[in-house]
C-alpha cells in the first residue's frame, strides 16, 4: 500500500523555527515533494529531494532519509505569512504518480 | 516560465448540468497532466493521470463516464463534470509535467490555480 503520514495540525510563534516531519510508505520511490498551500489557493513548490541529506533553501530547508521513509521541512525566522497548509508529496516510479500527504496546518502566531 | 492557467476559476451550477473546466500550459509542452480534487481541510486526491493523445488513467473509485477527460494537445486537458450534483461540488486543481528537454525538472510539476465548483 501507499501510506504518508505528517501531523495534522502545528502553532508557532513569529520569528521562531518549526520542523515538520513526514513518514512515507510508497510503492517505489522517485523523490520527494514539499509544497505550500495557502487555503483556495493551488499548491506552490518547495523543494524536491531525491538523495538523502539537506537541501537548503533560504529560509526553508527539506531534509530526506531514504532508508527510513522520513523526511522533513525546517522553516526558519517564521513570518505571519508562513501561516498555511504544507503538503509532503512523493514521487512514484512507473506511472510518475505524485501521492499527497494530507498536509500540516500551521499557524503562526504574534 | 512554467505558467499554468484553468478556466474557469470559480462555477456555480445547477444539478444535473455539466461543466468543463479547461487546464492550459502556457509557455511550455505537458506531455502529462493531472487533474485532481481536494475537499475543504483535505488534501489533493489524484482522480486521473492524462497524456496526449491517449486516454486518461483514472484512479480507482474516479468514475471515467462522470468525469470526462481529453487532452486534446500538448498544452490543453479538459476536464467536463458530467450531469454534477452536490456532492461533486469541490475544488479542481491541474497540474502539468513538462516534457524532457523542456528546460525544467522532469519530475517537477506546476499546478494551476484551481477551479472552485459549486453544485446547487
Known amino acids: 500500500g501507499q501510506n504518508i503520514d505528517q501531523p495534522t495540525e502545528m502553532t508557532a510563534t513569529e520569528g521562531a523555527i518549526v520542523q515538520i516531519n513526514c513518514t512515507y510508505q510508497t510503492s517505489g520511490f522517485n523523490g520527494l515533494f514539499w509544497y505550500q498551500q495557502h487555503a483556495g489557493e493551488a499548491p506552490t513548490f518547495l523543494s524536491y529531494n531525491v538523495l538523502d541529506g539537506l537541501e537548503e533553501k533560504g529560509r526553508f530547508s527539506s531534509f530526506l532519509s531514504r532508508s527510513k521513509g522520513y523526511s522533513y521541512l525546517l522553516l526558519k525566522e517564521l513570518q505571519m505569512k508562513d501561516s498555511a497548509s504544507y503538503l509532503c508529496?512523493?514521487?512514484?516510479?512507473?506511472?510518475?504518480?505524485?501521492?499527497f500527504g494530507a498536509g500540516t496546518r500551521l499557524f503562526v502566531k504574534a | 516560465g512554467a505558467v499554468v492557467s484553468q478556466h474557469p476559476s470559480w462555477v456555480i451550477c445547477k444539478s444535473g448540468t455539466s461543466v468543463k473546466i479547461e487546464c492550459r500550459s502556457l509557455?511550455?509542452?505537458?506531455?502529462?497532466m493531472f487533474w485532481y480534487r481536494q475537499f475543504p481541510k483535505q488534501s489533493l486526491m489524484l482522480m486521473a493521470t492524462s497524456n496526449e493523445g491517449s486516454k486518461a488513467t483514472y484512479e480507482q473509485g474516479v468514475e471515467k463516464d462522470k468525469f470526462l477527460i481529453n487532452h486534446a494537445s500538448l498544452t490543453l486537458s479538459t476536464l467536463t463534470v458530467t450531469s454534477a450534483h452536490p456532492e461533486d461540488s469541490s475544488f479542481y486543481i491541474c497540474?502539468?509535467?513538462?516534457?524532457?528537454?523542456?528546460?525544467?525538472?522532469?519530475?517537477?510539476?506546476?499546478f494551476g490555480p484551481g477551479t472552485r465548483l459549486t453544485v446547487l
Open positions: 497540474s502539468a509535467r513538462p516534457g524532457q528537454g523542456a528546460g525544467v525538472s522532469y519530475n517537477e510539476q506546476f
Open positions: 508529496a512523493v514521487l512514484n516510479t512507473g506511472g510518475f504518480k505524485t501521492i
Open positions: 509557455d511550455f509542452q505537458a506531455t502529462t
